[in-house]
């Protein structure tokens, strides 16, 4: 089969700006790997150690002052702890390649694509939000858009030089089409999820205060009560269950405090920065758990009630459109078939010459 000339020259143009595209960025994303290597290579020698002098035995008499204590307030080092930099999970030292969906070319596929660092911190917190923990969340992501945009560019192209020429304009919207749908539709389907993850975490927040309220009032502390809600809710609110055990591995790692801040960071809610925020309060004041989550899960619960008095008010007229649309044809219909039956059985039967003898008629009597 042979193209005609215009078709060919848009084969080779985007044939050509394919292969110039991806040769670019390989270029560029491979090029700075040898001075990454040299400078990990002369980090070590850099790196000078301090050997201390030999002490001899004449100088161990010698007697040293002690330094002098230095007190801090505890206001002072949790100013200092809650300014430290957020790390993400790729840049620990514990983070391997055993997550990457596409194996060792997947930082590669991600690499292609290009992306600004305010849609990738952007991408970064929906993955975050809709449950994708693991440190190289985003990679997956960015190669799946990519293989997404190129699959379909190759196979059409392909097509292109094989196919009828019948079908070339079919198989050339689908070149445009489907790249576009591969790019938006992973995005789509995790801020979906995000979205459903959400919400299902803010219909079970008042169970969690009500629960949490019972615990404290009966002696437990802050974090097994957090652990035992936790799991508690595994067959109510999945997620929810999820991030309260997080956050007391995290607590017995560290610190409560730590942990309900990295709470607040991973989802998205009002409702839980609120939430760590009275109870990293409430800790430093040393005021009463369980009458504050008493007063904030009442607080909660007529907020939502609020909500859903909010979204009943606006389902009426939501619901104008869809009726006028799909409703009124119809009832047009059954109030005016007959009426359209009647006159055309009236037409076909010689209507048109009832209706020219009466306008003959009324045309002679006014003469």
């Given at each position: 089969?042979?193209?005609?000339?215009?078709?060919?020259?848009?084969?080779?143009?985007?044939?050509?700006?394919?292969?110039?595209?991806?040769?670019?960025?390989?270029?560029?994303?491979?090029?700075?790997?040898?001075?990454?290597?040299?400078?990990?290579?002369?980090?070590?020698?850099?790196?000078?150690?301090?050997?201390?002098?030999?002490?001899?035995?004449?100088?161990?008499?010698?007697?040293?002052?002690?330094?002098?204590?230095?007190?801090?307030?505890?206001?002072?080092?949790?100013?200092?702890?809650?300014?430290?930099?957020?790390?993400?999970?790729?840049?620990?030292?514990?983070?391997?390649?055993?997550?990457?969906?596409?194996?060792?070319?997947?930082?590669?596929?991600?690499?292609?694509?290009?992306?600004?660092?305010?849609?990738?911190?952007?991408?970064?917190?929906?993955?975050?939000?809709?449950?994708?923990?693991?440190?190289?969340?985003?990679?997956?992501?960015?190669?799946?858009?990519?293989?997404?945009?190129?699959?379909?560019?190759?196979?059409?192209?392909?097509?292109?030089?094989?196919?009828?020429?019948?079908?070339?304009?079919?198989?050339?919207?689908?070149?445009?089409?489907?790249?576009?749908?591969?790019?938006?539709?992973?995005?789509?389907?995790?801020?979906?999820?995000?979205?459903?993850?959400?919400?299902?975490?803010?219909?079970?927040?008042?169970?969690?205060?009500?629960?949490?309220?019972?615990?404290?009032?009966?002696?437990?502390?802050?974090?097994?009560?957090?652990?035992?809600?936790?799991?508690?809710?595994?067959?109510?609110?999945?997620?929810?269950?999820?991030?309260?055990?997080?956050?007391?591995?995290?607590?017995?790692?560290?610190?409560?405090?730590?942990?309900?801040?990295?709470?607040?960071?991973?989802?998205?809610?009002?409702?839980?920065?609120?939430?760590?925020?009275?109870?990293?309060?409430?800790?430093?004041?040393?005021?009463?758990?369980?009458?504050?989550?008493?007063?904030?899960?009442?607080?909660?619960?007529?907020?939502?009630?609020?909500?859903?008095?909010?979204?009943?008010?606006?389902?009426?007229?939501?619901?104008?459109?869809?009726?006028?649309?799909?409703?009124?044809?119809?009832v047009f219909m059954i109030l005016l078939g007959p009426a359209i039956i009647e006159m055309s059985s009236f037409f076909r039967e010689g209507g048109n010459e009832v209706l020219n003898t009466s306008m003959q008629s009324a045309a002679d009597y006014l003469e």
């Amino acid at each position: 089969m042979t193209l005609n000339p215009l078709n060919q020259l848009i084969v080779l143009l985007v044939a050509a700006a394919c292969v110039g595209l991806l040769g670019i960025r390989v270029w560029k994303k491979w090029r700075g790997r040898p001075v990454a290597k040299r400078a990990r290579r002369a980090k070590p020698q850099a790196s000078v150690v301090s050997v201390a002098p030999v002490v001899k035995p004449m100088e161990r008499s010698v007697a040293i002052a002690p330094l002098p204590a230095v007190s801090v307030a505890p206001e002072t080092l949790n100013a200092q702890r809650s300014t430290l930099p957020f790390v993400e999970a790729e840049d620990t030292p514990l983070a391997d390649n055993s997550d990457l969906t596409f194996g060792p070319v997947t930082k590669v596929l991600a690499a292609l694509l290009p992306e600004s660092s305010e849609r990738r911190a952007d991408l970064k917190k929906t993955l975050r939000n809709a449950g994708y923990y693991e440190p190289h969340a985003w990679h997956n992501l960015a190669a799946a858009r990519y293989l997404g945009v190129s699959i379909p560019i190759v196979l059409g192209l392909g097509l292109l030089v094989v196919a009828p020429r019948e079908t070339e304009p079919l198989i050339i919207a689908a070149l445009v089409l489907l790249p576009a749908i591969g790019w938006a539709l992973p995005t789509l389907l995790v801020r979906r999820q995000a979205t459903d993850r959400l919400a299902e975490i803010e219909q079970s927040m008042p169970d969690l205060l009500d629960m949490m309220n019972m615990c404290v009032s009966q002696g437990l502390t802050v974090p097994a009560s957090l652990q035992r809600v936790g799991a508690d809710l595994q067959s109510v609110s999945p997620a929810l269950s999820q991030e309260l055990k997080i956050v007391s591995d995290h607590a017995r790692v560290g610190s409560l405090e730590q942990a309900l801040v990295a709470f607040s960071r991973r989802v998205d809610l009002p409702d839980v920065y609120s939430f760590t925020s009275l109870l990293v309060q409430t800790e430093r004041m040393g005021t009463s758990m369980s009458q504050a989550l008493a007063d904030y899960s009442d607080g909660m619960r007529e907020t939502l009630r609020q909500q859903a008095d909010q979204k009943a008010n606006t389902a009426s007229f939501k619901l104008l459109f869809p009726t006028a649309l799909c409703l009124m044809p119809a009832v047009f219909m059954i109030l005016l078939g007959p009426a359209i039956i009647e006159m055309s059985s009236f037409f076909r039967e010689g209507g048109n010459e009832v209706l020219n003898t009466s306008m003959q008629s009324a045309a002679d009597y006014l003469e």
